[in-house]
Structure formats: C-alpha cells, structure tokens
C-alpha cells in the first residue's frame, strides 16, 4: 500500500510535455478528471503508476469518453429493417435535405408570405395529402405517439373496441393495451385469439363506444383456424353504430409488396379507400425515412388532435419533418425504388444478388455459395423473406467469430444459420461494400493464421 503514495501528483502531470496533446485536444478539465479516474483506480486496488503510463491511461480513457456509442454499423445480416440496427437507412437526396436544414435558419414556424408565425405542420401535410389522398394530416416522433395522441385525444374515458387476434407487442415494450391505459381510453376485449367476426363487434356495439382500434399484426402471424372481418365491414358498422375507427397500420407501405413476389403488404391508400377515419404508422420502416409518425384521415379530427396539448410533447423536429418531406418527394414522382434503400434493398434482382456474393467468393478466396431468404423485418410481413444468395464459412465457433466482427470499425453484424456464418449482400449498402470486403478479409486472415 505504501507505494500507492508514490503515485504522481495531478499538477506535476499536467505540467508533462506528454499531457499537452492531451490538454489540446480534450480540455483541462476532462484531462484532470481522467487523471483522477486512474489515479483512484490505482490507489483503490493498491497498484502504482509512472507519470507516463498514467498518462498513457488517460489517454484512452478520454477517447473512450470523447467517442460516439452511435456508430454506422454494416448490416450482413440479410434483415433490412432491423429495429436494433436503426431501422431505415435514409436516401441520399433526404441526407441532403436534412443536412441543408440543419446548417441553417429555415422557416420551420414562420409563414414567410405574411412574415408572421406559422405551423411546423405544414411543412409535411401537403405532401402527405397529396400523395395518400387524406382529408389532413399529422407527424409526431413515432408511431406508438401517434397512437397514443389518438386515443387521448378522442378516446379518453370512452370504450374502444379492440380484437383479441390484435392484441400486439410490437419489440421494446410497446403493447397496445398498455398504450389503451396510458391514454385513458377504455379497452374492451372483443373476438378470441385466432377469430374475429362481424357479429364480436356488432354485439360489443350494442353499448355506445367511441372508436374501433384497429391494428396490424406487425411481427407476428396467426395460422391455422383463423378469420377477421375485412376493413370496410368493420368501418361501415362502426360508422352505423356512430363509432370512429382508427387503423394502427405500423409499417405504412405506400408501394405494393406483392410487385416484388412478397405477399401484399397492407397500404396505407387501401385503409383510407376503406373507410377508416384515421390511420398511423411509422416514418422509418417500409416508408423508408427518419423516425416518426405519420396520422392520416379526416380533418375534423387531425384539428382536434393538433391542438391537444400532448401534440406539443410528441412533436416532430425540423430534421425529421425535412426527412420526411423529402422522401414522401421519391414516392410522389415515381422514384421511390430508385432512390429509398429500404425499396432498392426489397426490389433488388436474384441475378445481381447471387453477382455480388460470388465476387465476394472471389475476391476473399474462400467460403461458399448457397441460396438463402433475406428477412423484411421491421415489425411487417411477419416470417416473408425474399429469396437471396448468401456467402457462408462453416467456422469451428461461429459466435466469437460474430464478435470478432462486431468489433471491428464499422462493426459487421452477420447472423448465424445451422452453425455457419451467413453474409447477405441484399443488405449491404453499396458505399459500404468495399470496407465490408477489407475488413472481413482481413478478419478472416488473423482467424486462419
Ligand atoms: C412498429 C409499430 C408500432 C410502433 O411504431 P414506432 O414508430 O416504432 O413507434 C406501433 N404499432 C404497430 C402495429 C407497429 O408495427
């Protein structure tokens, strides 16, 4: 313990020539934090330190505090929207936009015809009627807000009817029961958990109710004995009964799915044509923008939700109405495919595919070659996959491989199929391809040797 004494003092290391670096780049008071951090971490398990090792410490302990935990990661795993890897990657032109807005002044409320104050509503509105043919419409941060304004605003204190087949939780914790408690609406159970007629909701509707929550599935699939009544039978009861129906739509495909040989995913065209008096779903998953939450339908209501005053609370920031605006842009002339990843990735030809994997076979000299399924992920089409070609090594412990990769700078996250490493060019953006290649070559060098 006595040598812990000798440890030296923090002025005598911040006059070193080795601590200017150090003082530059990240400020007196972090350096002298740091200095203290190792210092007591020295003295706590009674280990002794020179000047320079101490320093040496420091120094990456201020890296570590001075670094990004968000990092851009490669995603090989074959799932284009993965909810853990950030969901949609952003198309170039919304990059652009969004860093245009950023840099500067703009009129996010400022109505600049009259010079006075104006909506930041107004910014995303337009594009979204236009291109959905709603009355009005809305953006909050994320759906599960979107659906929890909905029902504050018109359902608290008041029934809303439910289907046991919908009884959803979507990944991190979002259950639509607990989002029906926390807006105050009152939840009433109808249908079993694998069928729901007409009649569940026409007996439910003998007793006034206020709304009729409608939600997809999202991530998961009832099979077997199943039925649910179609959309217009529920909307044109609900409407009989003076009940307004709101679809929670969750992914919001505004392309058709089954143009790609995936099943029909729902649409948000398809709910409104319907009849459905609302409709939500999120900015970042088959729309293929920045996080948020997209409501639809008809005016009178998106006034009233407007001006509740938890709107205030879930409101969209300028990036996120620039991101949004702007993709909607790609849908509304015909380019979405070209230009939203989300859609290049979904529309990417076997052909091209089963190219790239077997360049990759090349260029690293090893692995193999097999046919597979990418995933859609993102809380829709549950279990569809398109079929896609995959690189696959057959390695003795595949998963201190996977994190040998995960540690790497971009990390690489792959998956892991009946003990083999899987590598999905589907979902491999094109400017990262080239790093993808280096780094897992290079990773496979050191494993081999
Ligand atoms: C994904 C999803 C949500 C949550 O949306 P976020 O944008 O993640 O908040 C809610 N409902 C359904 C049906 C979903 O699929």
Redesign the pocket.
């Known amino acids: 313990m006595t040598e812990a004494m000798h440890l030296p003092s923090i002025d005598s290391l911040l006059q070193l020539e080795n601590s200017i670096p150090l003082l530059e780049s990240f400020g007196h008071e972090l350096v002298v934090d740091a200095f203290r951090q190792i210092e007591d971490e020295k003295r706590r398990s009674g280990k002794t330190g020179t000047a320079e090792q101490i320093i040496e410490e420091s120094k990456n302990l201020l890296l570590d505090w001075t670094t990004p935990t968000l990092v851009p990661v490669i995603n090989a795993s074959g799932v284009i929207l993965h909810t853990n890897l950030g969901r949609a990657p952003l198309s170039e032109t919304t990059y652009q936009e969004m860093k245009n807005i950023a840099v500067s002044f703009n009129n996010l409320e400022y109505d600049l015809e009259i010079g006075k104050r104006g909506k930041r509503s107004v910014h995303a509105e337009q594009i979204l009627t236009r291109l959905t043919g709603a009355e009005s419409a809305y953006v909050v941060n994320?759906?599960?807000?979107a659906?929890l304004l909905v029902l504050t605003t018109l359902a608290q204190r008041k029934k809303v009817l439910v289907s046991r087949t919908q009884m959803?939780e979507?990944g991190g914790g979002?259950r639509i029961p607990d989002v029906m408690r926390q807006s105050g609406a009152k939840l009433v159970e109808i249908g079993t958990t694998n069928r729901l007629h007409l009649y569940d909701y026409e007996n439910a509707l003998q007793e006034p109710a206020a709304m009729v929550l409608c939600?997809?599935h999202?991530?998961f699939k009832i099979v077997g004995f199943t039925s649910e009544p179609s959309l217009e039978e529920i909307c044109a009861l609900a409407h009989r009964k003076g009940a307004l129906v709101f679809h929670?739509?969750?992914?919001g495909a505004l392309l058709d799915t089954a143009q790609y040989g995936l099943p029909h995913e729902p649409m948000v065209q398809e709910s409104l044509k319907a009849g459905v008096d609302l409709v939500s779903f999120?900015g970042?998953?088959l729309l293929g923008g920045p996080?948020a939450?997209i409501i639809l339908g008809k005016k009178e209501l998106l006034d009233k939700i407007t001006k509740h005053p938890l709107a205030r609370a879930l409101r969209p920031d300028k990036l996120c109405l620039a991101g949004i605006s702007t993709t909607l842009f790609s849908y509304l002339t015909g380019k979405a495919e070209k230009e939203i990843p989300v859609w290049q990735m979904i529309s990417l030809s076997t052909t091209i595919i089963h190219q790239r994997a077997k360049q990759w076979k090349e260029v690293l000299g090893c692995g193999d070659i097999i046919e597979g399924r990418s995933m859609i992920g993102g809380?829709?089409l549950p279990d569809e996959s398109l079929p896609t070609t995959l690189l696959v090594f057959e390695l003795n412990k595949p998963d201190k491989f996977l994190k040998i990769l995960r540690e790497q700078n971009p990390p690489i996250i792959a998956r892991i199929e009946n003990g083999c490493v899987l590598f999905d060019p589907r979902t491999i953006l094109p400017h990262q391809e080239s790093c993808f290649l280096e780094i897992l070559k290079q990773v496979l060098s050191d494993w081999n040797s």
Do not use: R
């Open positions: 994320n759906n599960a807000a659906v959803v979507i979002f939600a997809h999202s991530n929670d739509l969750g992914s999120s970042d998953k996080q939450g809380g829709s």
